[in-house]
């Protein structure tokens, strides 16, 4: 089988890995792709933002599925362009990936399909902004509605700092802040059959011990140790089936992973955010413990075939991943610095994320530059593995958490 990958990123070294360790695959290519991914697969020059242009690439590949990794290309319909031409594609429609694309719509179909969530409002003026915020009370969460490249949300105690926030945008979602340890579960979803994988957490805060602003995802462990067994179960009852149920229902089907940012309350699981494509970077962590075949499975998604796929199989070892964010990051990532010291020990990789040879040289192109996962018989282990790895990268004035699964590992040993 020929496969095409759409993204440049962490994930998408992670998630073509993955497809490579598949035995059904003959070709992977990937478009535009970054160095570390030019070593494992075939890259392409593309604008990701054309649509015609994936079409026409996919077209004279004679690929049988194309993969999408980011948000953008979804949300501008290139499903729809490759549906159109008969390309079997992982990653939904125009129409449903406004589940990422609107906070109010993903609120409205989680309203409809009675999935769990925070209370919220869709607020346009500040008379309705400033009657939402007394209402739900400090901490204040204010959501821009569209998508924001992780800059969209803010969650602050100072009332006047969530109006600014608000008011910076034409439409937001006011909404309870939740109280609870966080989780990322994601579906692969065929519109009908949906199969869970296994949780992660994600740190997006820049600073260790959860300081500093918000990021795109600064590390992430998987298995979680600590969560309730039944959260794969749980998940898929109360949030992932019922919401593909009712994008089907509504004519509009969800093709493709459906990610649910969950907050684990007191009352519950409530969902905090959903995306329509692979968390990064939880999907450098899950992917290298998937022992199922990747290309088979999305393609089965693609085809509206999961019924006949199965549950997945996992390796029982334990992953963290920890990025290499440029100086600057999040803010102002200052970036075309020279990158040496990647010598990845035993059990380890490293993912490039935002970077670029010059001359043969491999330099920083983005504030998230590596992405370094270890692999362990338990989280201790897998940070070890990681942290290892990492400490040899030399970017100048790059920085990273040292803090990762750090608490997970020593409740872990404690256990
Ligand atoms: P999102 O872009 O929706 O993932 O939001 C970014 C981050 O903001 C989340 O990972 C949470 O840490 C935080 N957040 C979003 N919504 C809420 C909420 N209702 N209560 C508490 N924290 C939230
Ligand atoms: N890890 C957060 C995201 O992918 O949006």
Redesign the pocket.
Known sequence: MKVLLIGSGGREHALASALNRDPKLEELHVAPGNPGIAEIATIHEIDILNNEAIVELAKKLAVDLVVIGPEKPLVNGVADALAKAKIPCFGPSKAAAQLEGS?DFAKKVMSDAGVPT?R?ATCKTQAEIEKALDKFGA?Y?V?HDGL?A?K????TNDRQAAIEHALASEQVVI?????GP?VSLFGISDGQTVIPMQPAQ?F?RALDGDLGP?TGGMGAYSPLPWAPDEIMDETLEQVLNPTVAEMSARGTPFIGLLYA?L?LTDHGT?V??F?ARFGDPETQVLLPRLKSPLAQLLLAAATRKLHEFGPLEWSDESAVTVVLAAPGYPAAPEIGEPITGIAPIANSFVFHAGTQLRDGVLHSAGGRVLTVTGIGSDLTEARDAAYRTISKITLPNSHYRRDIALNASVAEKGN
């Open positions: 906070k925070a919220s901490p969460v959501k924001a992780g969209g949300v803010v969650v909404e309870e802040f939740l109280d966080e994600d997006k918000n940012g907050a409530r905090i955010e995306n």
